[in-house]
């Protein structure tokens, strides 16, 4: 235990956490607590906030859906033609952030990203609800449409065009990034503001160190 954190006698001890309870690898973490969000009935905990930046800086952010995690990081799909995508392959970092309201939890993770295997987009595409595969094809994802019509047109031509076929094909566009972490935090929520945070980064040999931060 370290010397900033309180005896198990602490009435807030249970709530705590101590960096003692948790596992060495954030990732391994990481999927407790997600497997405990689930349990809760939490709503879409695999929701993610995904930030990005273009090469000289100007930031966006949206909401993914994390798909697959792994030792090596956390894994989503989108089109690599939307700004998502152009901005991680100009500028192959980015920040997730994971806010489990009824749990008062929230995972941050920074790292560095790159694009998954085309086999491991192949099986997830595949995977997809046809309807969801077909709107891969139809849909230029963030770019500007003339009317809803023009995207309802698009969606018939892709239907038409793979009436005949049981398999569609994945978009040479479409696949998969992968965030490889270099600093994950774990921020649950306490009294008064004395949020509980500990952080884990890359160390000088590659492992993990742990640290506790000021709420």
């Not at 000289?56 to 697959?68: E, H, K, Y």
């Not at 023009?150 to 018939?156: G, I, S, T, W």
């Amino acid at each position: 235990m370290s010397a900033v954190d309180p005896p198990s006698s602490s009435p807030l001890a249970a709530s705590i956490l101590r960096k003692k309870d948790l596992d060495p690898d954030p990732i391994c973490q990481f999927r407790k607590w997600l497997d405990e969000a689930v349990a809760a009935g939490v709503h879409l905990p695999e929701a993610m906030t995904l930030a990005t930046t273009t090469a000289d800086g100007q930031p966006s952010a949206r909401t993914v859906l994390l798909r697959n995690c792994d030792e090596r990081g956390f894994v989503f799909f989108t089109n690599y033609q939307s700004r998502k995508g152009r901005e991680l392959t100009g500028n192959p970092r980015a920040a997730l952030v994971f806010f489990w309201e009824p749990l008062e939890r929230q995972v941050l993770v920074e790292g560095r990203v790159e694009k998954s295997t085309a086999a491991e987009s192949d099986a997830y595409y595949d995977s997809r609800p046809r309807g969801s595969r077909l709107g891969a094809w139809a849909s230029p994802q963030g770019q500007v449409l003339a009317s809803r019509e023009m995207l309802d047109e698009r969606v018939k031509q892709v239907e038409a065009q793979y009436a005949n076929q049981e398999q569609v094909p994945r978009p040479p566009y479409w696949g998969g990034f992968r965030v490889l972490p270099t600093t994950m935090e774990f921020w649950q929520g306490q009294p008064s503001r004395l949020h509980d945070r500990i952080r884990y980064r890359r160390g000088e040999d590659g492992g993990w160190v742990m640290e506790r931060l000021a709420p």
